[in-house]
């Protein structure tokens, strides 16, 4: 959004009250009056908006942002709203339903809907507060489309900055359009699912911790390491006193490993354990009884499929984009001139 808007906002929420549409409260007088004023605020700010210059990005339309506010259970109002803004949030959200015509400029309709999608490039702030701002919208829109009515009887549509915006704008949204039908509409939850699953293997294969233990002889003599460490023994001092491995005077220190680098009974007991926990009962292996701590553990799996999916999103959209523009470049005729050279 451009600081162009900064100023408008401000009007906007100041206009806050109910409006003259059929079906909802009447707005007192002042209120009236009020609103009556954002016109001349609106047309200066949206005149004093650079719009029209050449390279310029446009407002897309395509990419929407959803309208925060609408189909869920509205906050309740504070103190100084009034039961009039609450009685006008109900009415919205009733009429939505049905897109009714909420004004005529020129014969032109403007509808429910558009003042809806008019307030999706605002702040997601303003945006929850829609009935706060309706009015001063549906204003707006009344504004923008005496401007348009206006400029095109100036002849502006054939304007050469105008077609340029234009073309460029077009261009844009067919360009996202293809986008989203090649590459998004062919993404499947079952396709993210099998691909979070093979991460989460491949993860699983590359985990590693950083475990301490106490090689013993007997079973009995690992428990009686156990219960030092209940008692609040230090583990590296026990491992350099009772340990019968060659990590003795490393305090019993294996440093990182995965799990395939131990044999499976002294894997499975040190990847069950959390970093800073020890095994509560001695663990069997070919060489003896063993009492493991886990200092560190690292290389897995950072959330849930449903928090992982908007990135396994993102990346099977960029690997069928690739896709996508590798077969198009194949299929095109693509010449180069001099001072320019293929993208290696």
């Given at each position: ?36 004023l ?7 700010m949206?005149?004093?908006a ?16 959803p ?60 945006r929850?507060?829609?009935?706060l ?26 304007d ?71 008692a609040?023994a ?34 499975d ?11 509560r ?12 701590k ?5 290389g ?16 099977v959209?960029?690997?069928?984009l ?23």
């Open positions: 959004m451009g600081p162009v808007w900064g100023p408008l906002l401000g009007s906007l929420v100041s206009l806050g009250g109910p409006c003259m549409i059929d079906g909802l409260e009447s707005a007192p007088e002042d209120e009236v009056m009020r609103t009556t954002a016109g001349p605020v609106i047309l200066a949206l005149l004093a650079p719009l029209l210059a050449h390279g310029q990005d446009v407002t897309d339309p395509v990419t929407i942002l309208l925060p506010g609408f189909g869920d259970e509205p906050e309740p109002p504070s103190p100084d709203e009034g039961s009039g803004t609450v009685r006008l949030g109900s009415a919205l959200k009733g009429i939505g339903k049905d897109n009714p015509v909420l004004a005529r400029v020129n014969g032109s309709e403007i509808r429910w809907a558009d003042v809806v999608a008019s307030a999706r490039d605002l702040p997601p702030d303003y929850g507060q829609i009935e701002i309706f009015p001063a919208l549906v204003e707006r829109l009344i504004d923008l489309r005496l401007i348009i009515s206006a400029g095109r009887e100036e002849g502006l549509a054939e050469e900055k105008v077609r340029r915006a234009v073309d460029a704008f077009e261009n844009r949204v067919i360009s996202e359009a293809f986008i989203r039908r090649e590459v998004a509409g062919q993404i499947t939850n079952a396709m993210l699912r099998e691909r979070y699953d093979a991460r989460l293997k491949r993860q699983q294969v590359e985990a590693e911790v950083r475990a301490r233990h106490i090689l013993l002889e007997r079973e009995e003599d690992a428990w009686a390491v156990i219960a030092k460490l209940e609040g230090d583990f590296p001092s026990l491992a350099r006193k009772h340990s019968a491995g060659p990590t003795a005077e490393q305090g019993g220190d294996l440093d990182y490993f995965r799990r395939g680098d131990m044999v499976a009974e002294f894997a007991a040190a990847f069950a354990l959390q970093a800073g926990e020890y095994s009962e001695p663990v069997k292996t070919q060489f003896g009884w063993h009492v493991i886990v200092e560190d553990r690292r897995e799996v950072a959330g849930s499929f449903f928090r992982m999916r908007p990135e396994l999103r993102k990346e959209s960029r690997e069928l690739n896709k996508l523009l590798r077969k198009l470049r194949a299929q095109a005729k693509i010449e180069l001139y001099p001072g320019s050279s293929p993208v290696q």
